[in-house]
């Protein structure tokens, strides 16, 4: 099976009519309406770094859209297209199904069409180049944060690093943590609905200390969060509790929820979105004016936690 039958077999698909070319040329042509903006980013996933090969072809695919979903979540974008480059050892025909089948799962359910992409020979690595759209000049920016500003964390967090520990040690997983580590949800409802709300937002792909951090540096402020008001898992917090371990909520990555920032005055449009899409988002702290990222409840250092 060469490059070109692999494309027509498992990664053909019909698109939305704004696509006036898909996949099948040197490029793909797409309609633009001038009251937006483009978003675009792009994240490779390589075995062995961001998966192991021990996981399933449907989770791998589902992560690779799944994590590049998410930023056009934290920007809040409409998700509109992707490309899809693709290296693979060997044509495994079992494999490539299970593949394309989640990524076209994933993809219908975000409603995100596939346009254009690469297949080559090589080391197992996948990247994804994502296109959404913004409203022109509606973005939510790592920038924005003021001080004064009310910090929110959606869903749970330390889930994602909690299941890679028990994987790494060999202890028996527990489904929904490991659920989070290898099928994260993107929010792109929760993006959505915090444009024109919030001031600055990221999702948390590195652990929340260090992409809150983002926030505070290109806004050029500090917060203070506190740990008692971080949204954990009864698994997590039954962890913590035996362990201590903080920097397994602060510092471990891979939960991909959004941590954002808005004017006191929209705290009830916050809880309007929590109750409208039944997520829930803990307010954990403040943005200050100055002073770094101080954390209340906490004092060590989880910088050496990251590649734990
Ligand atoms: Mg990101």
């Given at each position: 099976m060469n490059e070109f039958s692999i494309i027509d077999k498992?990664?053909?698909?019909?698109?939305?009519?704004?696509?006036?070319?898909?996949?099948?040329?040197?490029?793909?042509?797409i309609e633009l309406d001038s009251e937006y903006q483009i978003v675009t980013s792009v994240d490779t996933l390589i075995e062995g770094v961001h998966f192991s090969s021990s996981n399933s072809a449907a989770d791998i695919a589902y992560k690779s859209l799944s994590v590049n979903l998410s930023d056009l979540a934290a920007m809040?974008?409409?998700?509109?297209?992707?490309?899809?480059?693709?290296s693979l050892p060997r044509v495994d025909e079992k494999w490539l199904s299970e593949f394309a089948n989640s990524l076209k799962q994933i993809a219908n359910k975000y409603n995100i069409d596939l346009v254009g992409g690469d297949t080559t020979k090589g080391h197992l690595s996948i990247t994804i180049n994502v296109t959404g759209f913004i409203e022109r000049g509606k973005s939510l920016l790592r920038s924005g944060a003021k001080p004064g500003d009310l910090i929110f964390v959606s869903n749970n967090i330390g889930d994602a690093a909690y299941a890679l520990r028990q994987?790494?040690?060999?202890?028996?997983?527990?489904?929904?943590?490991?659920?989070?580590?290898?099928?994260?949800?993107?929010?792109?409802?929760?993006?959505?609905?915090?444009?024109?709300i919030a001031n600055?937002?990221?999702d948390i792909s590195d652990g929340l200390e260090q992409d809150l951090s983002h926030i505070l540096n290109s806004s050029k402020v500090g917060a203070r969060i506190s740990t008692d008001r971080l949204p954990l898992s009864k698994e997590v917090s039954e962890y913590i509790e035996s362990t201590g371990d903080w920097c397994i909520a602060l510092?471990?990555?891979?939960?991909?929820e959004l941590c954002f920032s808005v004017d006191k005055r929209n705290k009830k449009?916050?809880?309007?979105?929590?109750?409208?899409?039944?997520?829930?988002?803990?307010?954990?702290?403040?943005?200050t004016p100055n002073g770094g990222l101080i954390v209340d409840g906490f004092s060590a250092d989880c910088s050496s936690y990251r590649h734990f």
């Open positions: 498992y990664f053909s698909w019909n698109c939305d009519n704004s696509v006036r070319v898909g996949v099948g040329d040197d490029c793909a042509v809040g974008a409409i998700a509109k297209y992707f490309t899809l480059a693709i994987k790494q040690r060999n202890e028996p997983a527990t489904l929904s943590a490991m659920n989070r580590l290898n099928t994260p949800e993107p929010r792109l409802s929760l993006g959505r609905s915090l444009v024109g600055s937002c990221i510092a471990g990555g891979d939960d991909y449009n916050v809880h309007q979105i929590e109750s409208d899409l039944k997520i829930k988002l803990s307010e954990i702290g403040v943005i």
